[in-house]
């Protein structure tokens, strides 16, 4: 492969990766809004007071964000192109894909609320470790409810 050959398929990797984006932004209400709220976060985070490793965080949670929203939409549209009929099993794979999603959001309010709550509130970071047991709390006791139902 020469020089131009890889500036060539460099080129066209990047058109296909951008059409792949513009063809979640289109189709996925979630990411559209995810992405709205990453822009809003980001642009809120210059005005404040953060250090280094606060971008950062921010910039990677934001990121994680769309990131697992387009790998849970790659699980959904891989399991409507191999089985567009209802089966159980589909349904446990989106539920738990869409699970993973959701434990990313916590993450990211969580974050959100030790970041943000620091610079203009001057919260305690607690608050957001707070919010992380709350959703352990409520997991492991929903878990064990569940469980124990089926028994
Ligand atoms: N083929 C199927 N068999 C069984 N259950 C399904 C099937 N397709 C979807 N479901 C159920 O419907 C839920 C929503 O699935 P769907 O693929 O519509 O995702 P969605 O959250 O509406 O995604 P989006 O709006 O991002 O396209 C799944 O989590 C699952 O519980």
Do not use: W
């Amino acid at each position: 492969m020469n020089k131009n050959d890889e500036n060539r398929s460099l080129k066209s990797s990047f058109s296909y990766a951008l059409k792949g984006l513009i063809e979640i932004y289109k189709t996925q209400r979630n990411f559209r809004i995810q992405s709205l709220i990453g822009l809003i976060v980001l642009i809120v985070a210059i005005f404040a007071n953060l250090t280094q490793v606060e971008f950062i965080l921010l910039i990677f949670t934001v990121m994680l964000v769309l990131i697992m929203e387009t790998v849970n939409t790659v699980t959904e549209k891989l399991l409507d192109f191999l089985h567009p009929f209802y089966s159980s099993s589909v349904k446990i794979i989106k539920d738990v894909s869409a699970a993973s999603v959701f434990i990313t959001s916590i993450f990211a309010v969580a974050i959100g609320i030790i970041i943000f709550g620091r610079a203009f509130f001057n919260l305690n970071p607690k608050y957001g470790i707070i919010l992380a047991i709350v959703f352990l709390l409520f997991l492991n006791l929903c878990g064990f409810i569940y469980k124990k139902r089926e028994k």
